[in-house]
């Protein structure tokens, strides 16, 4: 039977089950691949990111390594949650893709896009871009352009973001390789992989892959994440396995019974988070890990999410890369001081980060702001484990 009212989490208890989930307490011991399963995909507009990402929460994490399964086909760069594309395993993405597509579709039709194609037979314009891109790969340009040779009074755009939801598309190497660069070119799933999509589209085990990776939530907080609608029923389906907490405003709370929960006061060392990390960007209420004050901060027109920098556990600032032909500085912007501890954890992490991302780099610092530090060459990426801050209430 379901456990109810077992008890409130605040904030900070949120936080830490959060920070465990997403091996953020203390590096794994396990592989890119097994992590960006158990992370059900890292959110991935541009390339460099996932690596980020996946050496903040390992340990001897290399770029080869998620470089190789690029080209090995085990993972892949799709559009899924929220209709952005993701990094998934080849396993996700043929289990969890059809999960989403009537979403997707439904997200395709309803926007500008749509209406880019009114009147078009959707069957026939299937047909016509699967056998383009896979004959070859393409860009969405170029797929636009060619279906509009077929379709001249459509939009070029939209006959391209059709495609791209009907026909599920993957963009193939160099794309996501480590200093890969050029357009994205895109295959379809069953071109590049070699196998049919399933055809399951019950979304039970997403929920609970979520849970895993980001609870205890709200139904609500699921469904922001996933772009997924209607999903108390799952949930309530869902709830015999489940325990239910509750966060300081009474909203119900869903979690796996045997999740790490740690105590609030647990430490948490310093830690450098990537662009677009689903970690801010997959509860309604992300009081867990930044305020109110600091996503107003760090919100953008575009949607272009910075760097971040958490400190005792929740974003204290951003960090930025900046690259020249023989130096490389990272710079790190607190939103508010910091004391000389936090600092020196920070400039310790950063150093390691900075070696990560420009190791061939002549010279190398980490600035705050217009503060200037060296950083050591090539250091040992080790975990930092500073003492956690006093305990504060977010």
């Known amino acids: 039977m379901v ?18 989930r997403q091996l953020l307490l203390r590096r794994a011991r396990r592989s ?24 903040t929460r390992l340990e001897r994490f290399t770029q080869d390594e998620l470089s190789q399964l690029v080209l090995a086909r085990q993972v892949v760069r799709i559009v899924m949650m929220r209709s952005t594309i993701h990094l998934v395993s080849s396993r996700d993405c043929l289990a969890l893709r059809p999960v989403l597509q009537g979403f997707l579709e439904r997200a395709m039709l309803g926007s500008r896009h ?35 040779e077929r379709w001249p009074n459509a939009e070029p755009t939209a006959l391209a973001q059709a495609i791209r939801t009907w026909v599920p598309s993957v963009q193939v190497p160099p794309r996501g390789l480590w200093g890969g660069s050029g357009q994205a070119q895109v295959t379809s799933v069953e071109a590049w992989l070699g196998q049919p999509l399933g055809t399951d589209t019950a979304p039970d085990a997403l929920v609970l892959r979520y849970l895993a990776a ?32 509750h966060d300081e405003h009474g909203d119900e709370l869903l979690d796996l019974p045997d999740a790490p929960r740690p105590d609030e006061d647990t430490p948490a060392p310093v830690r450098f988070i990537a662009e677009f990390d689903n970690l801010t960007l997959s509860h ?12 107003s901060r760090i919100a953008t027109l575009n949607g272009i999410v910075p760097g971040l920098i958490l400190v005792d556990g929740f974003v204290e600032g951003t960090w930025k890369l900046e690259r020249q032909r023989t130096a490389a500085t990272l710079h790190i912007l607190p939103f508010r001081p910091l004391t000389a501890s936090d600092r020196t954890a920070l400039a310790d992490e950063g150093a390691k980060l900075l070696a990560f991302l420009a190791g061939d780099a002549p010279a190398q610092d980490v600035r705050f702001g217009a503060e200037k530090r060296s950083a050591p060459p090539q250091p040992k990426a080790s975990a930092s484990t500073p003492r956690g801050r006093p305990a504060r209430r977010s």
């Open 284 to 295: 309604e209420d992300r009081s867990r890990v930044i305020s109110a004050e600091d996503r």
């Open 114 to 148: 749509g209406k880019g194609i009114a009147g078009i037979d959707a069957a026939e314009l299937m047909a016509a871009g699967r056998a383009l891109i896979e004959e070859r790969p393409l860009t969405l340009a170029e797929q636009g352009a060619k279906l509009a």
């Open 214 to 245: 980001f609870g205890p939530a709200t139904v609500k907080d699921v469904q922001l994440w996933s772009g997924l609608t209607r999903l108390r029923e799952v949930t309530e389906r869902l709830k015999p396995q489940l325990r239910v907490f």
């Open 32 to 55: 890119a691949l097994e992590t960006i399963e158990h992370l059900v995909g890292m959110q991935a507009q541009v390339p460099n990111p996932p690596y980020v990402g996946l050496w």
């Open 3 to 20: 456990k109810r009212n077992s008890g409130v989490m605040g904030p900070r208890a949120l936080n830490r089950a959060l920070l465990a």
